[in-house]
């Protein structure tokens, strides 16, 4: 009790001493305690370091009634971590093996080869475009901007005719692209 009162008013010294007492035995109290299941990244010995950090900060809350008090509190704290592991533990699902016939997210060679192919007859048949209408369906189709934005950009006198002008300019790009097959 007196070095936990000590302790209190900041002496150092009666803090490492409370610590070199109340930890080898805590730490071998505690060993095993922890499900295997709730052994993750925290092992038994993180718990007790955990707790025994948690004390240090709230020392100056603690009040020792009887000897033996700090190692009871520290010992239902090291009870309400574990508690709390295993039940962190519980609410993640259990991990499921994937089958070996699962789809991949990833694009196989050949979409990939595809993919390319495509995006290239994209760019011949946007080339062979007047510039006017190459600039309005890069501002719609790669940069993504309302009509509006186009109305704005081209000064084109309203929304439905920047509609009406990508809509002809992307007439013209599909007709390229079918007759470059």
């Not at 070095?3 to 109340?22: P, Q």
């Not at 080869?113 to 007047?130: D, F, K, N």
């Amino acid at each position: 009790m007196e070095l936990v009162i000590r302790a209190k008013t900041g002496d150092l010294d009666a803090t490492n001493a409370l610590l070199e007492r109340c930890l080898p035995p805590l730490k071998r109290w505690a060993h095993g305690r922890l499900p295997i299941a709730a052994r993750g990244s925290l092992d038994t010995d993180d718990i007790v370091q955990n707790v025994a950090l948690h004390m240090l900060k709230r020392l100056d809350r603690f009040e020792p009634r009887h000897v033996g008090a700090m190692q009871s509190y520290l010992r239902q704290a090291v009870i309400n971590r574990i508690r709390d592991e295993v039940r962190r533990v519980g609410r993640r699902p259990p991990p499921v093996e994937l089958p070996e016939d699962a789809p991949s997210q990833r694009a196989s060679a050949l979409e990939v080869a595809i993919e390319a192919e495509t995006y290239e007859r994209y760019r011949e048949a946007l080339r062979g475009l007047r510039a006017r209408d190459r600039e309005l369906i890069v501002g719609r189709i790669e940069m993504q901007w309302s009509f509006a934005e186009i109305a704005h950009r081209f000064e084109v006198p309203s929304v439905d005719a920047a509609r009406m002008a990508v809509s002809r300019a992307m007439r013209r790009l599909t007709k390229a692209l079918v007759t470059e097959r």
